[in-house]
Every structure is written in structure tokens, then in C-alpha cells.
């Protein structure tokens, strides 16, 4: 039973990190077509960098349109869901099921519409307009998380909270939020991957080159066949290590952060 | 300020902004498909009834799109939940090494999806991918050949989305009381058995809603799939996100784009109601 128990972890892992490893071996080799090998080339591990050039340029854009759908997303999450949590009003039904919608929405549907209200707006080709349509995906999840968090702190605390002299607006950011910090974490992290790795709006809303995000510049390279694939899978893997760390600095948190969404279902 | 206004005030921001982003779109959406648009005239539509729809089902090129985006929804899900919960199960009791399994069976979930694509649109590469290398004589084409082709989608998607849900189970199992699982094993109960009776009523909750998720977001997953065969070969990956796309973006037909699109938002608002009608009846 043990045996089989270590023989299906180390399967799974094999099979998951296979990919990634596929990936930085790549990277590193000079002659994929003509020199096969399982191995990294770790003479040429400046390969490994050889994507940064373009990249660098996209970067920047992506971390841009990342932490403003982040911060936009749970800026009205919060707010929405201590509503949702606290609250008994007129249309919360209502409201609790146009959240959920929104993950049913296929994009390619609104990208259209959309597009035409930002040309309107003067928001096509800005990053500022990604972040506002990534925010439209990602901030009903971090509200759904963030609920269901709440949810599970007991209303006693805010009331006595009260009774000690807290104000009222005070009671959300200094009594609450502070006890749901690890949900909002996995809120921020899933609202940064939504962000960072948009794609279908990216290519359709940005046309000038120095405004792509990395993943509408990354995406340039499938069916191209100029670009070394080394240097392409370089890039990819540059454009996965920020997400990467990211996520590994708050892992911790993201499990407990879900558990409480998880219990209620 | 009066309580009653204050739900009011906090869901304002959240309201009007989904109003704007997504039911106006949607809206705009749903009147598209009932009129003659183009793209390159996006504002001289004119009305013409169902005729989209009336087309659509007459077409058994639609019928065998909503066919492939069933099988490779439900291919998914099913790959996605039961790896997703295996790996968490796994990991969940101590070993050396756990806390290095669990990161990276992670992982994946934070590769973007278009590097997942480029890694396996180079991993199934005909000629000189490493899975056709591995096989020797025994090579497919795995994203030319329509036989194989939503088979190495999938296989791609799933890599990619299972480790969401082993990350959600795996919150669901630390919420499975420690004295529980222990009476289990004190009583003889054999391993299965005790999961089956002891773990798993505190992991169905939370896999239902996970599936519904798994489920809708699959429906409408768009990225891996146009990136990775753009729905060919021929039109063996082509779901309704896909055709939705081609008719906007290839074929410049708005009106019938969105005509597909709202089917396939019918297709996963079925799903959702189907799936709280379920709920409903097993709280009862």
C-alpha cells in the first residue's frame, strides 16, 4: 500500500514537471532539430535568457495590467462581498447571480461589444482598458472567495468591536479584513493570474507593438518558425517565473484562503 | 447614513461596473445576432430575425462543434477532478518530500496559457517533438491528426487546470476532523472504505461546486485550444468559443458569431441550472 502511495506521488510529479523541465531543457540548447537530448546543455545556459530581449519590452506591460486588475478586483470585491456576507437587501439574489454569470460569459462573445465601447471611450490599444476588462472575469471570483470568508467570521466580534468604540466604517478594515487576510490573498493571486495571462482580449484590443503585453508578444511566436525555439521557449519561461514566484510566495495562504470557501461550497 | 442604504453603497462599484462590462456587452451581444452585422461595418446591421439561429441548426458543422465542445468539456472535468483529487489525497498525508510534491503539482496552475501552449504545441511537435521521439515507429501526429487532436488538447488543458482543483480539495481535506478519520481506521474500516464513508461526504460539497466551475469555464475556454490547432485539424478541435471567434475575427460575420456565442451561453447556463436544481434536491 506504501509502496504503491510513493509510486503514484512520483508518477504524478514526473508527469507534471516533465513540461516545465521540457522547457528549461529547451532553452538551453543550441540545435533542437538536429541534436536530440533529454538533457539540459549547461554550457549554454545563457540560453536560458536569450527570449529576454523582446520581452522585456512586454514585461512591464503585463505586470501593469496584472496588479491593476489585482488591485481594482479587490478593491470592489471587499466591499461587495461584506455586503453579500453582512447584509440581507432588495436584489442580493439578484446581484449573487450576476456574479456568477460572469464566469459563464464566453469572452469571444463580449470582445466584439466591447470593442466598440472602448473605441468609444478612447480605451482601445491602452493598458488601462485590459485592466478594466480583465476586472469584469476576476473580481466576481475574488468576491465569491472573499464572501464566503467573511461568512465565517462571527458577527459577535464585530458587535463587540462596536461596544469598545470602533466606528462603524472602521469595523470592515480594521476588524474584518485583517481576519480574512489569507482569502484575500488567494483572491489577489487569482486575480493577478487572470491578468497576467490574458490572452484573447490582449490580441484583439492592442495594436501597437511597445503596448503589448507579454502574453499577446509570447502568442507572436506560435506557427513562426524565424525565431530560434530556444529563445522562444526562453521566453515563455520568463514570462512563467514571475507567475511562478508569485504564486509559491503566497501558496501557503492560497490553501487556507480557500478552505473557508471550500467548507461552505 | 441609514443601514438600509448602506448594502447599497457597497455594492455600487462591483454593480455598475459589471452593468457596463458585461451585461452591456452581452446585451449589445444578443441584439448582434438577431441583425446582418459585419466587421467592417460594425454599425450598419440591419434586423433579421432568428435567421442566425434558423442557419445554425440547419448546419451539421454546428452540431458537430456543440459535439466537440461536449466531449472535450466533459473529457476535461473528468480528467481534471479525479487527478486534481487524487493528487490532493496524496499529498495530503506526511512523507518526506510532501511539501516538494505539493509545489510542484501546483505548479502548472500558474504556467501562463500561452506558454502551456508553446511547451506542448513543442512537446507534440511531428518531427521532432519529444513525444514522437519517445515512440519511435509508433509516432502520431498528435495535433494534425483528427483522430488525436482533442486528445493532445485536452491532455494540454487538463496538465494545466487540474492543479486548481487539487488546491481547493486539498482545503477541503484539512476541514476533515483529525479524531473522524482516526475512529475510521480504529474501527478496521480498510482504506477505501473509510474514504468513501468518512472523507469523501467532506470533500462532495466542495467537488460539486468545483466541477460546475471546471465545467463552465471549459465550455467557454478559448486560449490553449485556438493557439494549439486555431480548431483544425480540419475542424476536429472546433468548439463553439472557437467558431465564435472565426466568425468575428476570419470570417468577419458579427452577426452569426454572436448568434453562436449565445447558444453556447445558453449551453452553460443549462449546466448551472441543472447543477442547483441537483443541489436543491439532495438538501431536500
Known sequence: ??????????????????????????????????????????????????????????????????????????????????????????????????????QMLPEALIVVPLYAIF?????????????????????????????????????????????DGCPRYAILPQIVLPLVMPSVAAAAVITFFEGWNEYLFASTFMVDKEKWPASKGLASYVGEFVTPLGTVMSAALIFTLPAIIFFLLVQRRIVSGLTSGAVKG | MTARRLPYLLIGGAAVYLALLTAAPLLTGLWLSVTDTQLLNPMGGVFIGFEHYVKLFGEPGFFRSLLVTLVYTAATVAASLLLGTLAAVLVNRSFPGRTAART?????????????????????????????????????????????????????????????????????????????????????ADRLNAFRDVVFPFLRPTLRVVALLMTIWSLRRFDIIWLLTQGGPVDATETVVIGVYRESF??????????????????????????????????A
Open chain 1, 119 to 163: 473605441l468609444a471611450l478612447g480605451l482601445l490599444n491602452q493598458l488601462s482598458g485590459l485592466v478594466l476588462a480583465n476586472t469584469a472575469f476576476g473580481m466576481p471570483v475574488a468576491v465569491w472567495i472573499l464572501k464566503s470568508a467573511m461568512d465565517r467570521i462571527p458577527v459577535e466580534i464585530e458587535e463587540s468591536a462596536r461596544v
Open chain 1, 1 to 102: 500500500m506504501r509502496v504503491l502511495r510513493v509510486a503514484a506521488v512520483l508518477v504524478l510529479v514526473v508527469v507534471t514537471a516533465f513540461p516545465l523541465y521540457w522547457m528549461i531543457t529547451t532553452a538551453t540548447r543550441k540545435d533542437v532539430f538536429a541534436v536530440p537530448s533529454w538533457w539540459p546543455d549547461l554550457g549554454n545556459l545563457g540560453g536560458l535568457v536569450a527570449g529576454l530581449g523582446p520581452m522585456l519590452g512586454w514585461l512591464p506591460n503585463s505586470a501593469f495590467v496584472a496588479f491593476g486588475t489585482t488591485l481594482l478586483s479587490l478593491m470592489m470585491a471587499v466591499l461587495a462581498a461584506y455586503a453579500l456576507s453582512r447584509f440581507r437587501f432588495k436584489g442580493r439574489g439578484v446581484f449573487g447571480f450576476a456574479l456568477f454569470a460572469t
Open chain 2, 250 to 283: 476570419v470570417n468577419s460575420d458579427l452577426g452569426l458569431s454572436a448568434a453562436i456565442g449565445a447558444v453556447g451561453l445558453l449551453i452553460s447556463s443549462l449546466v448551472t441550472v441543472a447543477h442547483f436544481l441537483l443541489d436543491r434536491r439532495e438538501d
Open chain 2, 104 to 188: 510542484v503539482l501546483t505548479m502548472p496552475w500558474a504556467v501562463p496559457t500561452v506558454a502551456v501552449a508553446l511547451i506542448f504545441a513543442w512537446i507534440y511537435n511531428n518531427d521532432s517533438g519529444v513525444l514522437n521521439r519517445l515512440l519511435g515507429p509508433a509516432r502520431q501526429g498528435w495535433l494534425t491528426d483528427t483522430d488525436w487532436a482533442l486528445v493532445s488538447v485536452t491532455v494540454a488543458s487538463v496538465w494545466k487546470v487540474f492543479p486548481f482543483v487539487m488546491l481547493v480539495a486539498l482545503a477541503a481535506l484539512q476541514s476533515v476532523p483529525e479524531e473522524l478519520r482516526e475512529s475510521a481506521r480504529v474501527d478496521g
